[in-house]
């Protein structure tokens, strides 16, 4: 690894000689930053991982709204799955408004553990686990390639991470653009964004959710880039600073604040770097978070450099993907309208290693239309009987819904 990053400045050297700054090779801000990116193309680092979250009990009459909210939400999953037992439909609505009244307790909670992250090109891996007292509430991961999210929950079990076992389900979304560079579409455990993959694993931060970035300030230590996120899925307004260090060409923090209320929603900070052969790594990170009245801060620590690796979604052959692909880029607001939808675009499969291109995909749902009644587990061979040669897939799950 040392030799990959020390290989980057030296082209660079190759190319404008060792004064980069002189004519035709005059380098900017934006292209020394993305320098150092692509010198941590290939890494793995494990992180240890301290969470406190807070969170206030809810005013009597906050908790009456949520209770109504939560009994019409209740009668309209009820609706959506065709209940029509009054038992059944109550059983929902309870179902509901318990889910309610627990999320509105107060809460001082401490979670610590272990988190290994890795970059291979264009793929990314977080996969964490976290302990309070002595039960683990955490055991994920969110793999990442060029245009596609998997979203591997183990549930929480186990301390050590592992693969998705073959009895398991993981979850595939698109992510346009880079994997890592957009918000992850789902509630996942590790809740892990672009702004930690910036951090954590040295990812461009000028490439987080796809803005435009400007470079407002320049210090003799310091560029400020910043940049506008009008269109927020499901919230305000955002705003973001990114201050880089001139000497490391790292970022030092990232804030977000939101545009309407001024009140910083994200600050993460850089409190300790490392050099990494020539390139400077963060080795402790601070971060404070505000999610409505959810206040968490999230202390990393960098505990080990392992050698690179080729990297591939932690799913063990047989498990199934639940594929959500041809819904287009979902929002996680999105995600929760779809996840008791009967959409037949939702696609399931087993996983036997390689990812179905968007065109298998769209011949997969061509094969559910015309064999809707069917409740079949289809295989390669039949596939191919049908006309659609999919060998890379395994058997494939026909029916709309398995949850």
């Given at each position: ?5 020390q290989f980057?400045?030296l ?12 004519g035709?090779?005059a380098v900017?801000?934006e ?10 193309e290939h890494v ?7 969470m406190?979250?807070i ?7 906050w908790?009456?709204k ?7 939400d ?5 609706q ?9 439909i ?5 179902g ?6 627990e ?38 991961s ?8 998997f979203?591997?929950?183990n ?32 509630g ?27 470079l ?6 310091m560029?400020?880039?910043e ?25 030092v ?13 994200k600050?993460?900070v850089?409190?300790k770097?490392?050099?990494?052969g020539?390139?400077?790594m963060?080795t ?7 999610i409505f ?12 450099i ?20 041809l819904?287009?880029l979902l ?12 959409d037949?675009?939702?696609l ?15 011949k ?5 239309r015309?064999?809707?009644?069917d ?9 191919e009987?049908?006309?659609i ?15």
């Open positions: 690894m040392q030799k990959n990053i980057g400045a082209i660079s050297l190759m190319i404008c000689g060792f004064v980069p700054v002189v035709h090779c900017t801000p292209q020394l930053i993305e320098e150092r990116s692509r010198n941590l793995s680092l494990d992180w240890k991982f301290e406190r979250a969170k206030p009990e809810e005013p009597a009459a908790l009456e949520d209770i109504q909210s939560a009994e019409l209740g009668r309209a999953e009820a959506r799955e065709g209940l029509t037992d009054p038992i059944m109550q059983k929902s609505i309870d509901r408004v318990a889910g309610a009244k999320f509105a307790k107060g809460y001082d909670t401490r979670y610590s553990g272990t988190w290994s992250t890795a970059v291979d090109g264009s793929r990314t891996l977080v996969s964490g686990s976290a302990l309070s007292g002595r039960i683990y509430i955490s055991n994920s969110v793999f990442g390639t060029a245009d596609s999210c979203i591997i929950d549930g929480g079990t186990d301390s050590e991470i592992k693969e998705l076992p073959p009895n398991d389900m993981a979850y595939v979304y698109a992510c346009p653009g880079e994997g890592w560079s957009n918000r992850t579409p789902t996942n455990r590790i809740r892990i964004e672009p702004e930690e993959y910036s951090m954590l694993l040295g990812r461009n931060p000028l490439h987080m959710h796809g803005l435009l970035w400007k407002t300030n320049t210090t003799d230590a560029w400020v880039f940049a506008e996120e009008i269109d927020v899925p499901g919230g305000h307004p955002l705003h973001y600073t990114v201050n880089v260090n001139r000497e490391y060409n790292a970022p923090s990232i804030n977000v604040t939101d545009d309407v209320t001024h009140k910083v929603v600050s993460i850089a409190e770097f490392e050099k990494m020539s390139t400077w963060p402790e990170i601070h971060e404070e978070q505000q009245d959810l206040s968490e801060t999230r202390q990393w620590s960098l505990a080990k392992n050698d690179a690796k080729a990297l591939t979604p932690p799913v063990a052959k047989g498990a199934t993907l639940k594929d959500y692909r819904l287009g929002s996680p607001r999105d995600v929760l309208r779809v996840l008791g939808s009967k037949d675009r939702i399931y499969y087993t996983w036997e290693g390689t990812l179905p291109s968007i065109d298998e995909l769209q997969l749902h061509e094969l559910y015309k064999h809707s009644g409740k079949t587990a289809y295989s390669p061979a039949v596939l009987l049908l006309g040669a999919l060998p890379i897939l395994g058997s494939v799950l026909l029916w709309k819904s398995k949850d």
